[in-house]
């Protein structure tokens, strides 16, 4: 008996000490997610990227710093053994994507040669509207006084002469500008077509990058950018440290891929979150809800099956 009290002293006194806050609102004896950094390592690279190791290397430790400095302490740390594997896979959306910045940069070159083309077009084309206006006034001017004197009449030959080379060269012109333009909008329907497929392909998973839990990996498909690139690092480093999707555009955590690297009122409330410090109880707590989470669930596949 007196041992069983003994006991059972220990458990209390336990209890209050681990659930005992200082002045300061700390527990005595606490526990954060954060106090174990996560390691993380850079995996396969596929040459495509066109990026070099140190390129990498900075950028993904430049994402990282991101949220250590956020936290005021390394909860993630650069390990050639590190649990988390950085991969770049060169897919299909990366080829795409490239495709887009070829075209329109090809049609930007093309509409900037064929801009110019069809506005001397046009400007001679008015030119030779009132040529051939002031033509059919002299023409009419002579016509109602009987006739013009010879040599009036042979300069009005030539005049109508000359215009009709000038009509023929601005055909030929019109001809080559439409062939032109037709070439110019044919590459601006290939474009659509490209962008398309890029924008079918990115709605199968909308972000640039993914995070594996269960085989704690991270993969990067894009690279447009650096600021995008590093954005998707960290975005990606942010779902490993246990942070999900939220509403701010502006946030590192958006759903959608950006430029933003840096960390907004949500991402610090929400890392905070993550490695606030907790009582061993709370801890204990949490991990058995998760377990009995996990139970459950597979009941529930088990049921499943067995209909």
């Not at 061993?280 to 459950?296: N, S």
Request: net charge negative.
């Amino acid at each position: 008996m007196n041992k069983l009290f003994g006991f059972l002293l220990f458990l209390i006194v336990l209890l209050i000490v681990l659930t005992f806050k200082t002045s300061s609102g700390n527990y005595l004896l606490a526990y954060s997610t954060c106090d174990t950094p996560i390691t993380y390592r850079i995996g396969s690279v596929d040459p495509r990227f066109q990026l070099s190791p140190s390129e990498i290397d900075q950028d993904v430790n430049h994402a990282a710093a991101i949220w250590n400095e956020t936290a005021q302490k390394p909860v993630f740390v650069k390990d050639p053994k590190g649990d988390v594997t950085i991969n770049f896979v060169y897919d299909k959306r990366q080829e795409l994507s490239n495709q887009v910045n070829l075209l329109e940069t090809e049609l930007d070159s093309n509409k900037g040669s064929l801009d110019p083309k069809i506005s001397d077009y046009q400007r001679r084309s008015k030119v030779l509207e009132q040529k051939v206006i002031a033509l059919n006034e002299q023409i009419s001017y002579w016509n109602e006084r009987g006739g013009a004197p010879e040599d009036e009449y042979q300069k009005l030959r030539q005049q109508q002469a000359d215009l009709q080379q000038e009509a023929s060269d601005l055909n030929e012109e019109a001809q080559t500008l439409n062939q032109s333009t037709r070439q110019y909008n044919s590459q601006v329907r290939d474009l659509n077509q490209t962008v398309t497929q890029l924008k079918h392909s990115l709605r199968q998973r909308p972000e640039e990058g993914v995070y594996d839990s269960a085989t704690e990996t991270i993969t990067i498909y894009l690279n447009n950018s650096k600021e995008e690139r590093i954005h998707t690092l960290a975005h990606e480093l942010g779902h490993a440290r246990g942070l999900g999707h939220y509403p701010d555009p502006l946030a590192i955590m958006y759903p959608n891929s950006t430029e933003a690297i840096l960390p907004t009122t949500t991402d610090k409330t929400a890392l905070n979150e993550i490695c606030r410090d907790r009582s061993y109880p709370d801890v204990a707590l949490e991990r058995y809800k998760l377990l009995l989470e996990a139970i459950v669930f597979q009941l529930q596949n088990r049921n499943q099956a067995s209909k």
